[in-house]
């Protein structure tokens, strides 16, 4: 279930979910991609798209606004624009993403290797424009981010677990299960309770990315998601009971005193939200790499293009000196 590439995601239809298909819909728009959404994930709670300004003026002059609401708009629409916080892609990354992601290379070649993982050039085509991440892009990312944590003085201690943590602990949001994820932490070699986040990216009912973590400083969990306002109800309990049972395992039986108190937590800041049907794994990405790094985030949808493009630069290079997208 959570090993489909994703060219293999499940396609939408008018008449309802298909399952996995040979192939899916190429740029999905937001409104189709919601739909299908809607319907494979029935108790959802959906955002409502991000609105430009033109189409924010529209919706106030079908509402018959005053004249002086009017004036208030038009000039909100000749403000300046608002100063890009995500830096400009650099000669170099422009180079590399291009020989990623349009490169004439066999699409078998190993064009990195690193964390015993060796990723293909095919498998850096989901950034292309219009494409879903997969599994290998996202979770190799990720852990670009845990040793850029390691290294970085000041930076928050980080573990991130890949996207296959929450369905085995979750048994995909249906069934709790330590046992499957009991020795995570013995293969990775770390102390969670001597972390500051754990962060996983979490994939939604096969057809939708999204970012959780467990915050150790604010103690509670926190949700990143670029269409979906909460996670599914057994979220927050079902970590609980894994930090009640890594502790009781990994600390001679010791109750985890407090964590019957953590909960969701809520956003601090807006959530950057997504307005087309295949971004979101970038979104997640760029959720991951500004909250390890302790950083605001700093970029919508307009940075995506750029984003995608910067995300396979850094995969080629396989070396996480880098610095935060914002």
């Not at 959404?37 to 709670?45: I, K, M, N, R």
């Not at 604010?218 to 057994?234: E, Q, T, V, W």
């Not at 502790?247 to 307005?275: C, I, N, T």
């Amino acid at each position: 279930l959570w090993e489909v590439a994703c060219h293999r995601r499940a396609g939408f239809a008018p008449g309802g979910v298909q399952g996995l298909q040979a192939s899916r819909p190429r740029h999905l728009g937001y409104d189709e991609y919601l739909t299908w959404l809607e319907q494979v994930l029935p108790d959802a709670e959906l955002r409502p798209p991000e609105p430009d300004s033109e189409a924010a003026l529209d919706k106030e002059l079908e509402a018959e606004a005053s004249g002086l609401d009017l004036l208030r708009l038009l000039a909100e629409l000749k403000a300046p624009k608002k100063k890009r916080r995500v830096p400009d892609l650099t000669e170099e990354e422009r180079k590399l993403a291009d020989d990623a992601l349009w490169g004439e290379g066999d699409p078998d070649e190993v064009v990195v290797s690193r964390f015993s993982v060796d990723v293909k050039r095919s498998q850096l085509h989901c950034l292309r424009p219009g494409e879903w991440l997969n599994d290998e892009v996202i979770n190799f990312y990720c852990k670009l981010l845990q040793e850029r944590s390691k290294t970085v003085k000041g930076s928050p201690k980080c573990w991130f677990p890949n996207s296959f943590f929450w369905p085995k602990l979750s048994g995909n949001t249906k069934e709790y299960s330590y046992k499957e994820v009991k020795r995570w932490t013995i293969k990775a070699k770390v102390d969670i309770f001597e972390l500051d986040y754990i962060i996983f990216p979490m994939n939604i009912g096969e057809t939708h990315w999204a970012m959780g973590a467990i915050d150790f400083r604010a103690k509670g969990f926190r949700y990143f998601d670029s269409m979906i306002s909460r996670p599914h109800s057994n979220f927050a309990p079902f970590l609980q009971k894994y930090l009640a049972d890594e502790h009781k395992a990994k600390k001679g039986g010791k109750h985890f005193e407090g964590v019957d108190e953590w909960k969701l937590l809520p956003s601090e800041q807006p959530v950057p939200q997504q307005r087309n049907g295949y971004d979101c794994g970038v979104f997640t990405c760029s959720f991951a790499d500004c909250f390890s790094a302790g950083r605001e985030l700093g970029f919508d949808q307009d940075d995506m293009p750029n984003l995608r493009m910067r995300i396979a630069a850094r995969v080629m290079q396989g070396d996480d000196n880098f610095d935060p997208i914002s």
